[in-house]
């Protein structure tokens, strides 16, 4: 399954803040949501849009690459690669609430993230330009939200090449390392689409919904894994090149990852999931 450009600029995107453990304290992103009361300890912090089709703020300004991460290199700038798993879901309303989400199919993404320490909402960190962030051009169906299915052997790994040298940026993790993941993920997105309040970071979720008319399909990444002791402190350089892999652990290996990314080859030519290879250029902006 593929989505090509013209599609994907007209579905919205989302992202979920803080669905695996320790992510946001090695993003040093933790502080920023210190007010965000949520009903478990362990859960998401909140959503936020990466794009909204036609908005007239920064959020309109279409962010997705297949192929590379613009970024204004001229003044110092902090850009962390985030290795995350996004799902395209079927939206049902029921007069201005959400009443259910269907998962329809899943790829690789890079929430890639501009380090503003003064920003008021984390939407500013993540839609910075265009080709800012990332996303595979494959997409696979998911046969089943729910343990059984084929999204229980789903990973997600991360590199980046350097100099000739290519070093691992992300853990290697099973989507079902998720936090919330499956129905109690699904459960968690419905309510919070329908009740998120404008507060601190985050913002009004019914807002972008309604400005949108009530869209009918939305993309969600789902939050990005832990970084490695390079990953953690290794923000983009002009000239790197960074893959993230969404992967069948099945049927292949965390080394054969390592070894396709070594081997310099196209995304398109990856077999076993999705991978996004992007090269980090410089854009004036």
């Given at each position: 399954m593929q989505i090509n450009t013209e599609e994907l600029k007209l579905i919205p995107v989302f992202g979920i803040a803080g669905n695996f453990a320790e992510h946001l304290n090695q993003a040093g992103e933790a502080a920023d949501f210190i007010n965000v009361i949520t009903e478990e300890k362990n859960a998401p912090k909140g959503i936020f849009p990466i794009y909204i089709p036609q908005s007239e703020s920064f959020v309109g300004t279409f962010p997705l690459?297949?192929?590379q991460i613009d970024a204004d290199f001229t003044g110092t700038v902090n850009l962390h690669m985030e290795p995350e798993m996004c799902v395209l879901f079927n939206?049902?309303?029921?007069?201005e609430q959400v009443t259910s989400i269907e998962p329809i199919a899943f790829s690789a993404f890079n929430d890639c993230s501009i380090r503003k320490p003064n920003a008021k909402k984390i939407s500013e960190k993540k839609n910075w330009g265009s080709s800012c962030t990332g996303i595979?051009?494959?997409w696979f169906d998911i046969?089943?939200?729910q343990k059984g299915g084929v999204l229980d052997n789903i990973h997600i790994n991360s590199y980046l090449r350097r100099d000739n040298k290519v070093i691992q940026y992300g853990v290697d993790s099973p989507v079902i390392g998720y936090q919330y993941f499956y129905s109690k993920l699904v459960n968690w997105i419905i309510k919070t689409l329908n009740t998120q309040a404008d507060?601190?970071?985050?913002?009004?979720?019914q807002d972008f919904l309604q400005q949108l008319k009530q869209p009918k399909k939305i993309i969600i990444s789902l939050?990005?894994?832990r970084y490695t002791?390079?990953?953690?402190t290794g923000?983009?350089?002009l000239g790197d090149q960074v893959g993230v892999f969404v992967y069948d652990s099945k049927q292949i290996t965390e080394n054969d990852i390592e070894a396709f990314f070594v081997a310099n080859k196209s995304a398109d030519l990856f077999m076993g999931g999705a991978a996004l290879i992007q090269s980090v250029q410089h854009v004036k902006r």
């Open positions: 690459s297949h192929t939206v049902v309303y029921a007069a595979a051009k494959q046969d089943q939200f507060f601190g970071p985050l913002e009004n979720l939050g990005a894994t002791a390079f990953g953690e923000f983009l350089k």
